[in-house]
């Protein structure tokens, strides 16, 4: 048995959560910049999750909803996740996104997985607190796939790890195989391999005879 571990903004879905939460309470801007500044090397990822949080605090619950409503699964990776659940891998969903998106993009698609690990913004009174709450602020995803690998019987040297972003590439170092999904900058170092598609990831993954 194998296990196949996703990230999930940027790579099973071909936008960010949070960017989508920022545009509807009018800071997608602020938002970006706080991005950009983690992208430089001028903030850790949960310095930068957690000031993204605080901007979007204020935003209406039902906006949330709606926001993470529309989350959808890129082209393809619906269909992938499937044929990787007929064949007995394990496939697990490890994202600094928020968990009701994760999983309404998967309701959408039709498509479920083994385990989610994803953070959550909490609510009070109607409204997002400005908080962020998690396994994946402070914690990382080498650790967080170590622990579903242990969980599921996996050696994490036959594990693969799929992510794109500067927060993926711990977990992409520990995998067996670390896949960039169209990588961003400094990323790919940390790739054994780099895919542009899911119609390439697949057949890298029958390649590798991980897909049947």
Known sequence: MTLVAFDFDGTLADS??????AARHG????????TERAMRGELSYAESLRE???LVGGLSAADAADVYGDVRLRDGAGEL????SEDGV???????????GVEAALDAAGASVDRVVANSLPEADGVLTGDVEGPLI?????????EVCAEYGVDVADAVAVGDGANDAPMLDEAGCGVGFQPKP??????????ESMAELEALLRERKILG
């Open 138 to 146: 402070e914690g990382t995803k080498d650790d967080a796939l170590a």
């Open 81 to 84: 996740l499937a044929k990787l």
């Open 186 to 195: 400094g990323v790919e170092e940390h790739c054994d391999v780099v895919v």
């Open 52 to 54: 993204r949080a605080s």
């Open 27 to 34: 800071v997608g801007d602020e938002v970006a910049g706080i």
């Open 16 to 21: 960010e959560m949070m960017d989508r939460l």
């Open 90 to 100: 394990r496939v697990v969903v490890l994202t600094g996104g928020f968990g009701p």
